[in-house]
């Protein structure tokens, strides 16, 4: 028999149904327009005590696109995909080495646009059932992986609003050395929100995005 998921899992698996597209993002897949298909894996486990943790990975400073920033793990969808959620746990594979069978998907959100790159990304919701040791797996993508403990997401005193130069402002975490910012922050944000799972924190308080968080000439995906 399956264990059940911790009372704090339960309430995002509940959620899912009923997130629509516009409570993610502004930014939707135009109808008709050309697309391409992305998925990223947001993977929570237990975590100590069953307080729960969220894997995430920080790119390579090497990177074209968002070099150096936090972000689930993830990537296109190949035509040898089985659709988005393979896609998911494929690049989470290949980006971490987790082993894709101890992971239960609990569902999928709705696919969010990226005007910049034109890829529309659906998010991947899922259940780190069976735990497999994770590390960076591709040197050449990932500078490290992080198991965030969601105690320290949802403490008020991690959280902040930042602006980018370019004039978007959103949420951001901070916990310890690891920046958590743009479509990553903004995604994770709004989910741990319609669970009832955030805090109350000062989101009207706007700081300047930190240098170190912009590479030069950045035009990186930051919306959510």
């Known amino acids: ?6 009372a ?10 009923d997130v629509a ?11 008709g327009a050309p697309v391409r298909e992305a998925a990223v894996l947001m993977l929570f486990g237990a975590g100590r005590d069953d307080a729960g943790e969220v894997l995430l990975i920080e790119r390579s400073k090497s990177m074209r696109s968002h070099p150096g920033q936090a972000a689930f793990p993830g990537g296109a969808v190949d035509p040898t995909d089985d659709g988005a959620v393979a ?5 989470a594979a290949e980006e971490t080495g987790l082993d ?5 998907v609990l569902g999928t959100l709705p696919r969010l646009y990226l005007p910049p790159s034109g ?9 780190w059932r069976t735990e497999s040791p994770v590390g960076v797996a591709d040197p050449r993508e990932v500078a490290r992986v992080d198991r965030v403990p969601l105690p320290a997401l949802l403490d008020p005193l991690n959280r902040s609003t930042v602006r980018h130069p370019s004039g978007f402002v959103g949420p951001a975490f901070g916990v310890g050395d690891l920046f ?5 922050a903004g995604l994770l944000s709004r989910l741990l929100n319609l669970a009832g799972l955030e805090k109350p924190w000062d989101d009207e308080t706007i700081e300047d995005l930190p240098p170190e968080h912009v590479p030069p000439g950045d035009e990186t995906e930051i919306e959510a």
Request: aromatic letters at 12%.
């Open 1 to 6: 028999m399956t264990a059940p998921l911790p």
């Open 119 to 127: 890829f529309a990304v659906t998010p991947v919701v899922a259940w």
């Open 100 to 104: 894709p069978a101890g992971v239960e």
């Open 180 to 184: 958590v910012w743009g479509f990553t």
């Open 87 to 91: 896609a998911a746990l494929r690049e």
């Open 21 to 31: 597209g516009h409570h993610l993002s502004r930014f939707l897949p135009p109808p």
């Open 8 to 17: 704090w899992a339960q309430q995002v698996a509940d959620v899912l149904p």
